[in-house]
């Protein structure tokens, strides 16, 4: 038996992103991607789980459950629909939401930009535009001057490094193939720019997007910063596990300085990062390896492996040297039970950091929701809440019920 105690002011949380859960974020790229025949989205976010509307019980059936925070996103392409005209009912919406969570006793972390551009931004050069950066911290100044006195954390960018980590691991082919697929021209054409002009977030994959992303997050944490300075702020990252098969030592040590230490690197002023894992990437010599034999793997395709988080939290602190905040980790599974399991030993992980004195913050599970999971659409099921795509009825699994407990006790004690 282990026995888990975890700090005072822990934070156990979900989180959830706009597009993946509200539903009709019809002014943002992703949406026309999802629209278009050829589209390389399997199927459209269409009312996605409707939590624009029902985000009320939604927080109020995650408070009852156990948990002290919430991390959502608010939608750029709601709150900036047109260039530089910002919609009062869409920051009284995420106003409410705020409001919502603090009354129900969750603390909201709050995500500036997770993955969805407004269109006009992608005709103005999208992540290699120039003036990105200042317009993304314009909108976040906006932001923040209204809820900024009332949340706990902001993180900036969700997950700055995607593209790099989805072509490097070869979830996706390289940026050349895609720009020739049906889809990508058409979406271009949609919005009235070329195939390499469109450049939507996930595929910022060169350096000059790198930097463009990188500055857009210190832009905007100026500006935060100069309207809250005690408000804390960072930027999330995906960090697998990237380790060398055979013969993979170099390539495994390149991916791990591109894909993660460079990012790593340029955040150490900030106030945390957001650590977000889900499995190990092994590479040989020819590259990724993909899942070893006999190890399970989850339905996104992934190693079943709960310690890479240990392992990537261990990796950011070296790095960057500032606090951890687990800002997702999870499963996407039809067996609840393996989710339980995989939380179990990814908890393991997480007091293995905090016994060793490496300040992380609190755990965040990936997703609150059943939700859509961008170009793999609704199959692929991470949350600890059932949706039914019919009725939009919502059923919170037995993991939730037990992650729930340990948010709720801020201690466990597992049979490992
Ligand atoms: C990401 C995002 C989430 C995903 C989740 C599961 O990591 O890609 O932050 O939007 O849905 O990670 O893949």
Same mark, same amino acid.
């Given at each position: 038996m282990a026995k888990y105690q975890f700090p005072d002011g822990f934070l156990?949380?979900?989180?959830?992103?706009?597009?993946? $859960?509200?539903?009709?974020?019809?002014?943002?790229?992703?949406?026309?991607?999802? #629209?278009?025949?050829?589209?390389?989205?399997?199927? %459209?976010?269409?009312?996605?789980?409707?939590?624009?509307?029902?985000?009320?019980?939604?927080?109020? =059936?995650?408070?009852?459950?156990?948990?002290?925070?919430?991390?959502?996103?608010?939608?750029?392409?709601?709150?900036? %629909?047109?260039?530089?005209?910002?919609?009062?009912?869409?920051?009284?919406?995420?106003?409410?939401?705020?409001?919502?969570?603090?009354? #129900?006793? &969750?603390?909201?972390?709050?995500?500036?930009?997770?993955?969805?551009?407004?269109?006009?931004?992608?005709?103005?050069?999208?992540?290699?535009?120039?003036?990105?950066?200042? =317009?993304?911290?314009?909108? /976040?100044?906006?932001?923040?001057?209204? &809820?900024?006195?009332r949340i706990n954390g902001v993180c900036t960018i969700n997950e700055a490094n995607i593209g790099r980590v989805l072509t490097s691991s070869g979830m996706l082919p390289s940026l050349d193939i895609i720009r020739q697929t049906p889809g990508w021209r058409?979406?271009?054409?949609?919005?009235?720019?070329? /195939?390499?002009?469109?450049? %939507?977030?996930?595929?910022?994959?060169?350096?000059?997007?790198?930097?463009?992303?990188?500055?857009?997050?210190?832009? /905007?944490?100026?500006?935060?910063?100069?309207? #809250? %300075?005690?408000?804390?702020?960072?930027?999330?990252?995906? $960090?697998?596990?990237?380790?060398?098969?055979?013969g993979g030592e170099e390539i495994a040590a390149k991916h791990r300085r591109e894909v993660n230490e460079v990012y790593l690197n340029e955040i150490t002023e900030d106030d945390f990062v957001g650590v977000q894992c889900y499995s190990r990437h092994r590479y040989d010599s020819n590259g990724p390896m993909g899942p070893e034999s006999g190890v399970e793997v989850t339905d996104m395709g992934y190693e079943f492996w709960p310690e890479a988080l240990e392992q990537t939290i261990r990796q950011a602190y070296d790095v960057a040297g500032i606090p951890v905040l687990v800002t997702e980790n999870g499963i996407a599974t039809t067996d609840d039970r393996r989710r339980i399991d995989y939380v179990t030993r990814a908890l393991t992980g997480v007091q293995a950091c905090l016994n060793d004195g490496i300040p992380v913050l609190g755990y965040t599970y990936w997703s609150a929701m059943d939700n859509f999971e961008w170009m793999l659409g609704y199959r692929p099921k991470f949350g600890i809440i059932a949706i039914d795509r019919k009725t939009q009825g919502r059923s919170v699994k037995q993991s939730g019920k037990w992650l729930?407990?340990?948010?709720?006790?801020?201690?466990t004690t597992f049979s490992v």
């Open positions: 156990w949380g979900t989180a959830t992103a706009a597009h993946q $859960v509200e539903g009709n974020n019809t002014n943002s790229d992703i949406w026309l991607m999802e #629209q278009m025949s050829g589209s390389m989205f399997v199927e %459209p976010s269409g009312n996605a789980c409707e939590h624009f509307e029902r985000y009320a019980s939604d927080i109020a =059936l995650l408070a009852s459950l156990g948990f002290n925070s919430y991390r959502f996103s608010v939608e750029w392409a709601r709150i900036e %629909p047109e260039e530089g005209s910002f919609s009062d009912s869409a920051l009284e919406h995420y106003s409410s939401m705020v409001d919502c969570c603090i009354a #129900q006793g &969750l603390k909201p972390f709050i995500t500036l930009h997770h993955f969805t551009s407004p269109q006009w931004l992608i005709q103005r050069g999208g992540w290699e535009g120039s003036d990105t950066p200042a =317009l993304f911290a314009r909108y /976040a100044e906006k932001v923040i001057s209204v &809820l900024g006195s058409a979406a271009a054409n949609a919005l009235d720019v070329t /195939a390499d002009e469109f450049m %939507p977030f996930m595929f910022a994959i060169s350096e000059s997007g790198r930097q463009t992303i990188m500055a857009a997050h210190r832009q /905007a944490v100026n500006c935060i910063k100069s309207i #809250q %300075p005690a408000l804390s702020c960072g930027i999330t990252l995906a $960090v697998q596990d990237i380790v060398a098969g055979p729930g407990d340990i948010a709720r006790t801020n201690a």
